[in-house]
């Protein structure tokens, strides 16, 4: 009865690690399932991502609150394709009135290069969590993401401006991939092998029953019988020291018809507690948690690559903005000058009709009139691929039935100082290398590389390992009937009734504990390696990895000085350009006006007030141009210092939840004069 009791036991204890296992099975599959096929996009998702960046992907699930906790899958919002409710505000009469500072906060809630670089931030997290598991690092992808088009200056539509990089990403220093420009180089993070600080609890358990026929005269039977039951455990978890610990307990229980076998059923119960701690190779608490360290400084390279991001971003809408005024003017422009031809031509077809003109001049006022209309179609299409860009850099879904169709109308134009601002080169060369996001990364990736270089130089060393153990076994359980002495044994193997005391499997437990069968013992384990040229190797190139990152760091620092200066002469030289194009435009106007004059006067020829309408339309482009380049310069140069944020008041945690609670100000513009002055193209859907 007490042998059935223990199967049932030990029955029940196997059918319950069985259910546990099946329904983590069944969990797996549906979380499989429910991942192989993609929820299609929907459009009345989370106005930000906000509910993303909430979440803390550092930090485990814990068994405190939920024993099955840290085995279910963790929540992760669906990605967001809607556009944010900002956008409803600038819509006004079926038109977009868009400022400089509402481009830059659509941007920044809804521009999809930011959507896009904000998940690196989480996924940097990821490697948080990894670390304190003591596992290896993934990397993260810190490059500048630019798969937005146009902010390039190109207004033209046979040129296409599109991202740069496969993917739309380009790298930078902390980057990802191997080598300088990534945050996993071939030797970061190596060293000698971390612990496993997540402790492991395996077991098995096992019932047999077997039948062996038998041919020895000392099997004591013709058929042996034997029924087993197996249950072994073991606890394995490293710390942070190099120390290791592993307990492995063991259980068996055996019934058999043997008449060897002096106990049936036979309990035997072990166990044996090993701690081992290396005392050359991998000892250390700093060596063991490099890679905390180092997931800790990948999320700061993580912080400043975003901080990168959201710069070029909102860069790039000022270029776009200022690449629509620009269209948007020069449309204006073309459309004064079809009106200017067009009134010559009438005024030549009436001095025809009269007889003081030859009709030869009809005939050249309307190819100026052709001429005229083709560069204000041109510039039309133009405004409207503007158009078309600006709404897709700040918007999510261009299929919004809101923003699909409406026009742009830009309401800020540049303030253009009567005097530039003197500022030392020195001065902006020394912002810059305080403020831009690619030094700080570079900083921080050989911060990376000295701790792998400690760990690295660490590993050169013999592996000396030193351990202890401490164990015991017991046997229990009732004496054999067949093997006992008596009518149905009589040989010389039997044993005399009384000679096992029976013990239940408490009672074996309890003698592991008493001392009676100890195993315990201490000892060394030496690992040295003869030549070791893997580990000099590694080493090496560590350190040589470590230099070549330095010189990048110089080269780096060179190329920004050169950057500052060079956008502060394009600064200038783009000042002068407005300067002389402003001077063209007011020469261009006299002379039209004076050729006008003399025309009535008949002093003058049709030819050369046509030349003269020609050359006031092309001053006046050239100005639209010139006033767009300089705003672009101004842009540039903030760029060039790093500064481009701290002079907009643009928070990054805003640009990170993408719900901007501050608005930017973006300096040097104001409100235009004829905000309602709208192109007659503009009036026309873009095309898509």
């Not at 990821?126 to 207004?155: C, E, F, H, M």
Request: hydrophobic share 35%; proline share 5%; charged share 15%.
């Amino acid at each position: 009865m007490r042998s059935l009791c223990r199967f049932v036991c030990i029955r029940k204890v196997m059918m319950f690690f069985g259910t546990i296992l099946a329904l983590g099975t069944i969990g797996a599959a549906q979380t499989n399932n429910s991942s192989s096929v993609p929820d299609a996009p929907k459009a009345n998702v989370a106005k930000s991502d906000s509910a993303l960046m909430r979440e803390n992907y550092s930090a485990p699930k814990s068994h405190l609150f939920s024993v099955i906790g840290p085995y279910t899958s963790r929540y992760v919002p669906q990605p967001n394709f809607a556009n944010s409710g900002r956008t409803d505000s600038v819509i006004r009469d079926g038109k977009m009135y868009l400022s400089l500072n509402d481009a830059i906060a659509l941007a920044l809630e809804n521009n999809l290069d930011l959507a896009i670089a904000r998940y690196n931030l989480s996924i940097a997290d990821t490697d948080i969590l990894r670390s304190k598991a003591g596992s290896a690092l993934r990397g993260v992808n810190t490059g500048i993401v630019s798969g937005t088009p146009g902010g390039t200056g190109t207004t033209n539509l046979s040129t296409s401006a599109s991202g740069g990089g496969t993917g739309g990403t380009t790298t930078a220093a902390g980057g990802a991939g191997t080598g300088s420009a990534g945050l996993v180089t071939s030797t970061l993070g190596g060293g000698p092998a971390i612990p496993s600080f997540d402790p492991f609890l395996s077991g098995t358990l096992d019932i047999e029953q077997a039948t062996q026929p038998q041919t020895s005269p000392f099997a004591g039977v013709a058929k042996l019988n034997t029924h087993t039951g197996v249950g072994n455990f073991t606890y394995n978890q490293g710390f942070a020291t190099g120390t290791s610990l592993s307990v492995g307990y063991n259980n068996n229980r055996q019934t058999t018809n043997s008449t060897f076998s002096a106990l049936s059923p036979q309990l035997s119960s072990n166990f044996r507690a090993t701690v081992s701690q290396p005392l050359l190779q991998g000892f250390g608490w700093n060596l063991n948690t490099r890679q905390m360290r180092i997931a800790k400084n990948n999320r700061e390279i993580t912080d400043v690559a975003f901080r990168a991001q959201v710069i070029s971003t909102v860069v790039q809408i000022q270029n776009i903005y200022w690449d629509l005024v620009n269209a948007y003017e020069t449309v204006k422009v073309n459309q004064e000058s079809v009106a200017l031809a067009e009134k010559t031509l009438s005024d030549n077809k009436k001095q025809v009709e009269i007889g003081t003109l030859a009709p030869i001049e009809v005939v050249r006022a309307q190819s100026q009139v052709a001429a005229s209309n083709q560069q204000l179609i041109v510039a039309q299409t133009n405004l409207q691929y503007q158009q078309l860009l600006m709404k897709n850099a700040i918007s999510r879904n261009l299929v919004d039935p809101t923003l699909a169709s409406v026009p742009v109308i830009p309401t800020d134009t540049m303030i253009i100082p009567q005097v530039e601002p003197a500022v030392p080169v020195e001065d902006l060369v020394n912002d810059a290398l305080s403020h831009r996001p690619e030094l700080a990364q570079s900083r921080i990736n050989l911060t990376n590389q000295e701790i792998t270089n400690k760990a690295l130089k660490n590993s050169l060393l013999p592996a000396v390992n030193l351990f202890a153990f401490y164990g015991a076994s017991a046997v229990g359980g009732d004496q054999n009937p067949g093997a006992t002495c008596g009518v149905t044994n009589n040989s010389s193997f039997c044993t005399p009734p009384g000679s096992f005391p029976s013990r239940s499997f408490g009672g074996t437990f309890a003698n592991l504990f008493d001392s009676s069968a100890p195993d315990k013992g201490i000892g060394v384990n030496i690992q040295i390696p003869i030549r070791n040229r893997t580990a000099q190797a590694d080493q090496i190139r560590g350190q040589l990895e470590y230099q070549q990152n330095q010189m990048l760091l110089q080269q780096q620092q060179n190329q920004i000085r050169i950057d500052v200066r060079n956008a502060q002469y394009t600064s200038q030289q783009a000042r002068a350009q407005v300067d002389a194009a402003t001077s063209a435009v007011a020469l261009a106007r006299e002379s039209l006006d004076a050729e006008q004059k003399k025309y009535a006067l008949g002093a003058s020829t049709n030819t050369l007030v046509l030349s003269a309408e020609r050359d006031l339309t092309q001053a006046e482009s050239n100005l639209v141009a010139a006033k767009a380049n300089y705003e672009k310069a101004r842009v540039g140069l903030d760029r060039a210092t790093g500064s481009t944020l701290a002079n907009m008041g643009i928070d990054i945690a805003d640009a990170q939840s993408g719900v901007v609670n501050k608005m930017p100000n973006v300096p040097g513009v104001g409100p235009a004069a004829q905000v309602n002055a709208q192109p007659a193209a503009t009036t026309s859907t873009p095309q898509q």
